[in-house]
């Protein structure tokens, strides 16, 4: 089972039709408990960073992540999911993440043109990526955000986006990937990408068996 974590952010049942339309058993939780029988977790969002940790850590949601992250199951964040990942935010004051990885997310720069970013745009690949395999260099997602992850360390960063900057649009480091963007919401190589990570899925509990 996939389990589509709900902590009071949007964003849910969109991302359970992609995977169920890909032939995934997906399903959305309010519960950690259920992280127990997961095989993989996807963490979505829509919404501001501050109040979404907040709500993380008064569901009781924070130890079953890092226990499941540390046993090495699967972990897919996406937009805000994503940025939760980092170490901090800058949106609406300083706020803690979840510090699975190095880095801080940072408002874009007012003269980079339209805040939030709506849209199509370019992923530039760099890194060799499990999550992106098939996906062709230069392929376009679909973005809404105002603010981006300024990762710290450069080989987490799978692919990159450029909006007035440069910055990370997918992460992949060991069982946790990111993205900055809506693969359930990019047509045809989006859903690529989120049967890359059902394969990653398959993989890793046929290791553990």
Same mark, same amino acid.
Request: net charge negative; aromatic share 10%.
């Given at each position: ?52 940790? @907040? ?5 009781? $949601? ?27 935010? @800058? @949106?609406?004051? @300083? ?24 849209? $199509? ?55 946790? $990937? ?32």
């Amino acid at each position: 089972m996939i389990l589509i974590i709900d902590y009071g952010m949007s964003n849910l049942r969109s991302v359970r039709h992609a995977l169920h339309y890909l032939g995934a058993e997906a399903c959305i939780t309010d519960s950690p408990r259920d992280i127990n029988r997961a095989r993989a977790l996807v963490l979505p969002g829509d919404g501001a960073f501050g109040p979404a940790m @907040e709500n993380l850590g008064a569901g009781g $949601w924070l130890e079953p992540i890092y226990d499941a992250i540390a046993r090495g199951v699967p972990f897919l964040g996406i937009c805000l999911g994503m940025q939760l990942l980092f170490d901090s935010s @800058e @949106e609406m004051g @300083e706020h803690r993440g979840l510090g699975i990885l190095r880095g801080c997310v940072k408002k874009f720069p007012s003269d980079v043109g339209k805040i939030p970013q709506i849209g $199509w745009n370019e992923l530039r690949v760099r890194n060799s990526s499990k999550f992106l395999q098939g996906v062709p260099d230069g392929v376009y997602a679909y973005f809404v955000h105002s603010y981006y992850c300024e990762a710290h360390d450069a080989e987490v960063v799978a692919a990159q986006t450029e909006y007035g900057i440069s910055y990370a649009s997918v992460i992949e480091s060991g069982n946790v $990937w990111g993205a900055q963007f809506h693969p359930e919401k990019s047509g045809h190589d989006g859903l690529r990408m989120l049967r890359n990570f059902l394969e990653l899925v398959n993989v890793h509990n046929l290791s553990r068996d």
